[in-house]
């Protein structure tokens, strides 16, 4: 598991993107209304901010690349699957609570072409 980005649930988006703009963090994508992807200028996403409420009920956390997210949800039945594998403007995205009870998000990404650079193979943030 590869950390992707850190998702933050927020009640007011645009009010959200304009205090991480002056922590230095620029909106890099928006894939739909109710989400942006943020992250150093030039660079590659950090942090998700997104107005959902079920994932307001989740709350913040991590978001992984495990490869392809429906092979791992059928790789391991075993896990506390709190969301079966669906399709968001993001990729293919599901959830499932640790053994804490904490939620692990995992996505399969589909990140816009812009945000596909060579410079990002390998490489995964640090959210901070």
């Keep these: 598991m590869n950390l992707l980005f850190e998702l933050r649930p927020v009640d007011h988006l645009e009010a959200s993107v304009d205090y991480y703009r002056s922590l230095g963090l620029d909106p890099l994508a928006w894939p739909d209304d ?3 992807l ?3 200028s030039g660079g590659r996403p950090t942090i998700l901010l997104v107005r959902d409420p079920a994932e307001s ?4 956390g991590g978001v992984y690349d495990v490869g392809e997210v ?4 059928a790789d391991h039945p075993e896990l506390d699957w709190l969301m079966s ?3 968001t403007p993001l990729g293919c995205y599901a ?3 640790d053994r804490t009870g904490t939620c692990i998000r995992l996505l399969d990404p589909a990140l816009p072409q812009e945000m596909r650079e ?3 193979q390998g490489l995964y943030a640090v959210a901070g």
Excluded: K, M, S
């Design 118 to 120: 060579d410079r990002w």
């Design 34 to 36: 109710d989400t942006a």
């Design 70 to 73: 429906r092979a791992f949800f």
């Design 57 to 60: 009920a989740l709350g913040v």
């Design 38 to 40: 943020l992250g150093p």
């Design 95 to 97: 959830v499932f609570a």
């Design 85 to 87: 594998p669906i399709e």
